[in-house]
């Protein structure tokens, strides 16, 4: 079975079973297996999920247009599942599923990157098989969000092979019929303690919830958990549909998350009815970490750290956006931590569960970003455009809400220092308010009433569109050093670089924290394609600016160019793209398969030097 762990590590119970492996499997090039009866007749090949049918991981390996795919699959229900709720959870379909129990609708989903639960109960008999049929439409055409995924046939600048279907582990769950439904933790590093929201199916009367805290979680690389009871409370949950309790830290039991230093706290939270009896039981995780600015700062646990990020798509050769496994998922955090990196900006694509909860024990930073690519103007010949329809220019209500998903998933991860809905959007302010400006306040404003304790981005480089966006950023691939030195200067005065000049593409600068969040890409392929020894060709490996010819070379430039903004005190950080190599973008620290290609040690080096943001 691939991927049989836990797919969601903060709000687990002992009563699950992995779906992953062999599903039967059709692809549906006319859209008309609805009409010819596939909620129920059997499919004509298999596919290996959660691996999308485009990776050779599935066994299918298809890379052209596949705009309706089904899947299929008979599950015996346990029999001591009887009495209770039978819950389908899938990690995430890509683009619009629609699930089937025996024949019968029983749920929808549209978004790509969030995941989605379905009831099944009404459909199981508790020792009994069930038909589970999904169906997953992924339009070609239809304004959606699709991070990188390339429109055109073939990948091409910085688009990628498409996903499609089930691409995220799907498994079933035996939940109570009163029963938790999700968990939201708030710490407060200021008054030692943290808020645990219990979000409820139901409150009957009398119903209590009882959380405990525990000394450690044991998901660090220390060892095992230690569960020993350092905070409980308990509060009458049959008054709020999310009961709130506050579970105070002793001051001898006190530890921070911080980057260095990740401790968890192991955490319990019960249902029990007016007898004590229980109802239901989950286990969970907290970091107790804080994140507040001041002027141009961005403090964590109230002092500055210099966030040194990397660029993270996410993407490998035979499994695409999927990790191939879980270990590959704590490799990359490995890999960026080896070259000096303390944390990465998540790019263009809402990472599984299971990455995040290996940020949050090995204390990897992370800004957690949206796929909202797909409806985006970008500039006319650039490596963005892919010559987009003016009617599919624009996001739509549908990027608010699947927004709206990734925030409720991912609100207890510690290691989750900043929002970023929207990236690269381009268009020119005017007195007129256009779709693009309702759609990047509607998204701000959901993030901060969904989580007011992070900072949010309003929509990373290009076109800022929101005034009071928490931070202000910019993109800079410039590859001369000293070039790079003269944009940054202006930061000084009050008046840093900003995307696009020549046309005003974003509101004023006001004074926010400040960083660069795109750098470098620099492009060195140590193996450059046939014929392309001018080092011009980017149909098959390109980065930013003129290629290096050499690794010398590239180790002079990133030095040069990182220098340029560790130096500047008015800089909180940066992100140096990127990770890896991806598909034709050699622009990576890392090959696409994860193995070196250049000294890591040296890259390692140059960000070790003191940052003079964090000087007193």
Known sequence: MPRPEHPRPQLTRPTWRSLNGRWDFEIDSGGSGFERGLTTAPLSSSILVPFCPESEASGVGNRDFMETVWYRRVVNIPADWAGTRVLLHLGAVDHDATVWANGVEMGRHRGGFTPFTVDLTDQVIPG??????????DSRTAVQARGKQSRAYAPSGCFYPRTTGIWQSVWLESVPTVHVR??????????SSFTVEAVLSENPSGTRLVAELTRDAGHGDGGGADDTVVATATIAADLDLAPAVHLQVPADELRLWEPGSPHLYGLTVRLEDPSGTL?????????????????????INGRKVFQRLVLDQGYYPDTLMTAPSDAALVEDIRLALDAGFNGARLHE???????????DRLGYLVWGEFGDWGATVAPEGSVYDQDEPPALQR???????????????????????????????AQELTSELTTLDEVTRALFQATKIADPTRPVIDASGWSHRV????????????Q????????????????????????????????????????????????????????????????????????EEFHQRFEGLTRVLLENPLMFGYCYTQLTDVFQEQNGIYRFDRTRKLDVDRVRAVQARPAAYESD
């Open 349 to 359: 694509k809402v990472f599984e569960e299971r990455f995040l909860f290996h940020a």
């Open 182 to 191: 999700r968990l939201r933790i708030t710490p407060s590093v200021a008054s």
């Open 128 to 137: 009994a098989d069930v038909l589970v049929v999904v169906r997953a439409e």
């Open 480 to 551: 001369d050093p000293l070039r790079f030195r003269v944009l940054m200067a202006g930061l000084a005065e009050g008046d840093p670089l900003v995307d696009l000049p020549g046309r005003q593409w974003s509101v004023p600068y006001a004074g926010q924290p400040y960083f660069v969040s795109e750098y470098g890409g620099i492009w060195w392929d140590p193996n450059p394609p046939t014929g392309d020894a001018d080092g011009e060709d980017r149909s098959a490996s390109w980065g930013y600016g003129q290629r290096v010819r050499s690794e």
């Open 467 to 478: 005034p009071e966006t928490d931070v202000y950023d910019a993109h800079s691939y410039s």
């Open 395 to 425: 996001p739509t209500a549908s990027f608010v809400t699947q927004w709206t998903e990734v925030l409720a998933r991912d609100y207890n991860h510690p290691s989750i220092i900043g929002w970023c809905p929207l990236n690269e959007t």
């Open 279 to 299: 109802l239901d039981e989950v286990t969970s995780y907290a970091g107790l970490r804080s994140i507040s600015l001041s002027g141009k700062e961005i403090r």
